[in-house]
């Protein structure tokens, strides 16, 4: 069976490093060789049975390239797993679970509208919440490079939660 893995980001050079694109950061991290095809406005690739996908409608229309590819590979919802950035958990945790709250994630938002559910998996990288300042400048900031450190250590532990057995919920802390 089939899975869609969603890495979710921003195109461009300037969101290269960003904590928006954590999901970006770590799809390029755990296959760093892949050769990419561009369709369903996106760059994707096949890994086995797996389609990794990472949009490049800008994370707000993340929607738009999920409900394609998984129309065009018949992927069911339950099926699709979204990596993607989480101002609701501190930098050096990443949880895996099936649907929840969007907590504000214009790209969840966008995925669960165009697909019509909100049952896929999603692997959710702390990013931590700013402590003053606009959550929009944050988000689109530069890792430091202490947290770049901690988010390299994640990635390295997530490709265990990317098995192909994963069962949520599961949750992996470094701090």
Same mark, same amino acid.
């Given at each position: 069976?089939?899975?869609l893995l969603?890495?979710?980001?921003?195109?461009?050079k300037?969101?290269?490093?960003?904590?928006?694109?954590?999901?970006?950061?770590?799809?390029?991290?755990?296959?760093?060789?892949l050769?990419?095809?561009v369709?369903?406005? /996106?760059?994707?690739?096949?890994v %086995? &049975? !797996?389609?990794? $996908?990472?949009?490049?409608t800008?994370?707000?229309?993340?929607?738009?390239?999920?409900?394609?590819a998984?129309?065009?590979f018949?992927?069911?919802?339950?099926?699709?797993?979204?990596?993607?950035?989480?101002?609701?958990?501190?930098?050096?945790?990443?949880?895996?679970?099936v649907g929840?709250?969007?907590?504000g994630?214009?790209?969840?938002r /966008?995925?669960?509208?165009r697909? %019509? &559910? !909100?049952?896929? $998996?999603?692997?959710?990288?702390?990013?931590?919440?700013?402590?003053?300042?606009?959550?929009?400048?944050?988000?689109?900031s530069?890792f430091?490079?202490?947290?770049?450190?901690?988010?390299?250590q994640?990635?390295?532990?997530?490709?265990?939660?990317?098995?192909?057995?994963i069962?949520?919920p599961q949750?992996?802390?470094?701090?």
């Amino acid at each position: 069976m089939s899975r869609l893995l969603v890495f979710l980001g921003n195109p461009g050079k300037e969101y290269e490093k960003t904590r928006h694109n954590a999901g970006f950061i770590m799809a390029d991290a755990l296959y760093p060789s892949l050769s990419y095809q561009v369709k369903f406005h /996106s760059a994707y690739a096949k890994v %086995g &049975s !797996d389609i990794i $996908l990472k949009p490049m409608t800008f994370m707000n229309l993340s929607g738009t390239a999920v409900s394609e590819a998984a129309t065009f590979f018949k992927i069911k919802a339950e099926n699709i797993l979204i990596i993607h950035d989480d101002l609701e958990l501190p930098l050096g945790v990443i949880r895996l679970q099936v649907g929840g709250g969007l907590q504000g994630h214009n790209g969840l938002r /966008s995925i669960k509208e165009r697909i %019509g &559910s !909100d049952s896929f $998996l999603r692997l959710r990288i702390g990013i931590g919440r700013p402590v003053h300042g606009d959550v929009r400048n944050y988000v689109t900031s530069n890792f430091s490079k202490d947290e770049r450190f901690l988010l390299d250590q994640v990635i390295s532990k997530a490709s265990n939660l990317l098995d192909s057995n994963i069962r949520p919920p599961q949750e992996v802390k470094l701090k």
